[in-house]
Nanobody, 124 residues
Framework: QVHVVESGGGFVQAGGSLRLSCVTSGLTFMNYAMGWFRQRPGMHREFVAGISRPEDITGYTSSVKGRFTISRDNAKNTVYLRMDNLTPEDTAVYYC?????????????????WGQGTQVTVSQ
């Protein structure tokens, strides 16, 4: 059975930083792309960042480029999302997801495994 568990969310002031972590078990982590999505209040869930295998090619939605960084540690079966210069518009529940294959995608249906999410709240 596959488990995906996010952590690292919290409350931060605008301009601050957070690092989210996502630990997986039950899948061959190094073979799969991973992604981060978020659901802002009153909105649909949206793609944030993805990282492919084996070259660790990354992709970001335009609103977070230059502020967020996705990375992975295959030895720890963990993917990270470093978030800098946060704004109130980044307030959301952030979800980690394991893709169906080695390439990241910005589409939810290309991901098979999902965590429960971690709340990030950014104040003015």
């Amino acid at each position: 059975q596959v488990h995906v568990v996010e952590s690292g969310g919290g409350f931060v002031q605008a301009g601050g930083s957070l690092r989210l972590s996502c630990v997986t078990s039950g899948l061959t982590f190094m073979n799969y792309a991973m992604g981060w999505f978020r659901q802002r209040p009153g909105m649909h869930r949206e793609f944030v960042a993805g990282i492919s295998r084996p070259e660790d090619i990354t992709g970001y939605t335009s609103s977070v480029k230059g502020r967020f960084t996705i990375s992975r540690d295959n030895a720890k079966n963990t993917v990270y999302l470093r978030m800098d210069n946060l704004t109130p518009e980044d307030t959301a529940v952030y979800y980690c997801a394991g893709a169906r294959g080695p390439s990241w995608s910005d589409l939810e249906h290309d991901y098979s495994y999902w965590g429960q999410g971690t709340q990030v709240t950014v104040s003015q």
